[in-house]
């Protein structure tokens, strides 16, 4: 017998040209690379699973288990996340991230930028900035235990990709003010953010909050609180409203450029949280509940993350140049919170004004 | 005098990435305001802080893996370019339908296991490693996805391809997968997220599963998964080193001794009886290489279980007071070598042919010669088996396992999933007043005692506990096979021929149709075990412990 070829087309018979996934629904017109490798890797009982879950935890809770989120969906697997991450164009994106860092840092460094950095900048850098990569890292922390318990692989994945930019950004500051420190023989004192952090009254409200946010049991009121509230309120506040403004006119061009692929990463996760909660939100059989349940999510973190924000006012304080003002950062920031919300189509309850 | 080079030019002052690691490791900080929960606990306790070997720092990281990923996705399209399907042994393909269907799971499994670890494991040196194993499991389920739909799109049949995920939920030979990736998952997270998966899988047996058998697939043609699997490979060590440094944190507690022999036992006996039962087939079976100087599966185990992970890595364990079962070992190589269980494996997987999802290629005099000069005695256990199975390939016959030959459907073992194949070792027994079925006495252990509220007194209130419709016969009892083939989903377009076939003939004249296995009846032996009196019970036990000898039809 004549060898077969293994190649597409070298026999035709029944089934010789079915060359696509075709156990789900695209959300568009044709499947995308990013549904492809995404939908339906972690099964369900509901779709395919036909012998349910074959371990239990020790109470009988199975592996994947709506009861661990107060959130219900007739549909957990309408999710796709606006991103499209995947591993390909994850890896492509937080590289291209890295290097772009590289050549800002390393053509800084080669022309002494710190050195021209204002004094009282430095000490604000060393301070606060250095704070924040706090709870940047503590965000990527609590989002690494969240991917866990999605009831849907797209769910789990969006969470994922969001822990890992968190994680990435923290280490950048981390890297990037250690080589400012030793551009500048060690003047900036890298372990003074981490007691500003945990001692500084103006960062306590901030970390009370996310310390909240991580007690929380429920993985998507942490994905929402993180991203609809707690960057919204704090850490974009802080990175956009203060950081990025003011930089350039102490004399730091690297600084924004750096803490703008933080920025440019919440886009993209806030775009995901959108698209995961608007979902939510309008389920058809439980959409109100759902809403009900945002909303008495709102009630717990905006007062705190609000408490927050108006607690690291005087930062704004701090700078030589006076020439941004803490109360337009905080309306940005409620602008864009409000933004957001009327996206998920969420009403900010009354117990939680801005 | 020697050119000066660019990075000599451009040198700055940098900090070491040793360096840098200690640093990132004081990033995280002890809450004082709220104290997170612990959503998955642990009955061990772990007071050392284990260190990060690996020193992982985010900022090279995502560099490295993106170069990866381009010279993986490179070669796939050099593949292409190079007409590889063209000389791709078909056989072999199609057991990759079985294999890319299982695989991404256990490893988005494996990432999902992090949040558990990082929950568990104090201090904070290893979160950058917990990140970077999240991201490569991330990484390999969606690589591997994709080599799957690449296949799909250019092999000959893509059938069973293109309904991968389903099947995956669906079919009698994916539970075992099922049963590999949910124990990464649930129960102790120290259990399941570091001895389980780490500490055995990932540092023993992704040696067969991503190095042995791409070894396999080049001789077969196909280049394309040993470029996606090494690349895999190549994240496995961070893994590793994740799993020692906890493992080291875990036997500095001398009160979490007797955890760490149980769950060594049950991780190494279950990653056997799964892994060992699914590569061996793939590698034995799956291949139209029959060089006599390669290396057998038992072989290539004897490097890379044996030697590799037995004698290097768990020997050590024992200067620690760690109780180490060399017996278990020991067996499992019996099981390999003396007792056929690969090859009964391979039996079992064709036999059901008509519930898969993919083609099994029948044995050929070239393979008979290859399997007697590595198994010698292999003719005759099984000569007889590969030629009914040949000759009763076509559907002007009935499927092979309704016909008279002496082969008896076997048990299920509800610990591993693989059924109870050396049928000498089959045990049954009682957990909670109901009868269960076993491959081997290590697997009865694994479900009556490791898998339960006590371990030899101590309470272990954080075990999983085996759940779930865990035999797959059970759901189908009674039923017709052709209604059983249509409520799976494993038809083809045209509603009638079925996705898998007993050959590789792409003939739609030589194709099995649902037609072809009505009028045939399931059955779960379990089920039917259960049903008997005592005494008729017993005789089965006794007559199913004494095996079965093939007649030729």
């Known amino acids: 017998m004549e060898k077969q070829s293994g190649a597409a087309g070298s026999a035709i018979f029944v089934g010789w040209d079915s060359r696509q996934y075709n156990y789900y629904t695209p959300k568009g017109r044709k499947a995308t690379l990013y549904e492809d490798v995404t939908v339906d890797v972690q099964p369900d009982p509901e779709r395919y699973l036909i012998q349910d879950w074959i371990i239990s935890f020790a109470n009988g809770a199975p592996a994947y288990n709506k009861a661990l989120t107060a959130i219900k969906s007739s549909n957990w697997h309408e999710y796709r996340a606006p991103d499209e991450e995947h591993e390909r164009n994850h890896f492509a994106r937080q590289s291209e991230i890295e290097e772009t860092i590289k050549i800002i840092t390393t053509s800084a460094r080669a022309q002494g930028a710190a050195r021209n950095y204002e004094t009282g900048w430095v000490k604000i850098l060393q301070d606060h900035v250095g704070a924040l990569k706090h709870p940047e890292h503590g965000l990527g922390g609590i989002l690494l235990v969240a991917q866990r318990d999605g009831m849907t692989q797209m769910i789990n994945n969006s969470i994922l990709t969001n822990s890992s930019y968190k994680l990435r950004f923290a280490q950048d500051l981390l890297l990037y003010l250690a080589e400012v420190s030793l551009d500048l023989d060690g003047a900036l004192d890298e372990g003074a953010g981490k007691d500003h952090w945990l001692n500084d009254p103006i960062w306590q409200g901030a970390r009370r909050a996310i310390e909240t946010i991580g007690g929380a049991s429920d993985h998507l009121e942490q994905y929402f609180a993180i991203n609809v509230v707690y960057e919204a309120l704090v850490t974009e506040l802080f990175r956009s409203g203060f950081v990025m403004q003011c930089g350039a006119m102490h004399g730091d061009f690297v600084t924004p450029a750096i803490v703008a692929t933080g920025e440019g990463d919440y886009e993209r996760n806030l775009a995901n949280a959108i698209e995961m909660f608007h979902i939510f939100a309008h389920d058809p059989t439980y959409g109100a509940h759902n809403q009900a349940v945002m909303q008495g999510w709102l009630v717990t973190y905006v007062p705190l993350c609000v408490a927050a924000a108006r607690q690291l006012q005087p930062i704004w304080s701090q700078t030589q140049v006076k020439r941004v003002k803490f109360v337009d950062a905080y309306e940005r920031a409620k602008h864009r919170i409000s933004n957001t919300l009327a996206q998920i189509d969420v009403a900010l309850p009354k117990e939680a004004q801005l | ?553």
């Open chain 2, 1 to 553: 005098m020697a050119a000066t080079t660019l990075s000599k030019i451009t040198k700055q002052k940098k900090i070491s990435n040793a360096e840098a690691s200690r640093r990132i490791g004081d990033l995280g900080w002890t809450p004082t305001y709220v104290q997170a929960l612990v959503k998955y606990p642990t009955d061990y306790v772990l007071n050392k802080i284990p260190k990060d070997p690996m020193r992982q720092v985010l900022r090279s990281y995502f560099p490295m893996q993106d170069e990866k990923d381009n010279r993986v996705f490179g070669a796939l399209d050099a593949g292409l370019r190079g007409d590889m399907f063209r000389n791709v042994e078909p056989r072999w393909i199609e057991w990759m339908k079985l294999f890319l269907a299982i695989i991404p799971f256990p490893e988005i499994s494996a990432a999902r296991s992090m949040a558990m670890l990082s929950h568990v494991v104090p201090g904070d040196n290893l979160q950058t490693g917990f990140a970077t194993q999240m991201i490569d499991e991330l990484r390999h389920s969606t690589i591997q996805m994709n080599l799957k739909k690449w296949y799909m799109e250019n092999y000959v049949d893509p059938t069973g391809f293109d309904i991968t995920e389903m099947a995956f939920g669906k079919c009698y030979a994916t539970t075992i997968g099922r049963q590999f990736a949910e124990g990464f998952i649930t129960g102790d997270a120290i259990t399941a997220a570091n001895i389980y998966l780490t500490v055995v899988a990932e540092t023993a047996y992704t040696n067969t599963l991503f190095v042995a058998m791409p070894s396999e697939a080049a001789r077969n043609g196909d280049y394309a998964l040993p470029t996606v699997f090494l690349s895999v490979q190549s994240d496995e060590s961070r893994h590793i080193g994740n799993g020692h440094a906890i493992l080291m944190s875990i036997l500095d507690n001398p009160d979490n001794h007797l955890l760490l022999e149980r769950d060594l036992r049950y991780a190494f006996w279950q990653n056997h009886a799964i892994v060992d039962a699914a590569i061996g087939t793939f590698v034995e079976y799956g291949t139209k290489n029959r060089d006599k100087g390669k290396e057998s599966y038992a072989e290539l185990w004897h490097r890379w279980i044996y030697n590799d992970y037995y004698r290097s890595y768990m020997l050590p364990l024992e200067k620690y007071g760690i109780k180490i079962h060399h017996d278990d070992v020991e067996a499992a190589w019996d099981r390999i070598v003396k007792k056929d269980y690969v090859h009964y494996t391979a039996q079992f997987f064709s036999a059901g042919w008509p519930v898969n999802f993919w083609r099994i290629d029948g044995m050929t005099e070239a393979d008979f010669e290859w399997f007697e000069a590595k198994y010698p005695g292999w003719y005759a256990k099984f000569g007889a088996y590969w030629e009914n199975y040949r000759d009763l390939s076509l559907p002007n016959n009935p499927p092979s396992l309704w016909v008279d030959t002496g082969y008896v459907y076997p048990h299920r073992c509800w610990s591993c999933m693989v059924p109870c194949l050396i049928r000498e070792d089959f045990v049954v027994d009682t957990v909670d007043g109901e009868l269960y079925t076993y491959c081997s006495d290590l697997c009865r252990w694994t479900h009556k005692y490791a898998f339960a509220a006590e371990y030899e007194g101590r309470p272990t209130p954080a075990m999983g506990r085996f759940s779930g419709k865990r035999q797959w016969e059970t759901i189908y009892h009674g039923w017709d096979l052709a209604d059983c083939i249509k409520d799976l989903g494993f038809v083809r377009s045209d509603g009638k021929t079925l996705i898998p076939q007993p050959h590789l003939h792409m003939d739609d004249s030589k194709m099995w149709k649902l037609e072809h296995v009505r009028g045939f009846e399931l059955r779960s032996p379990l089920l039917d075990l259960r049903a008997m009196t005592p005494e008729a019970r017993e005789k089965h036990i006794a007559e199913y412990k004494k095996g079965f000898t093939i007649k030729r039809i």
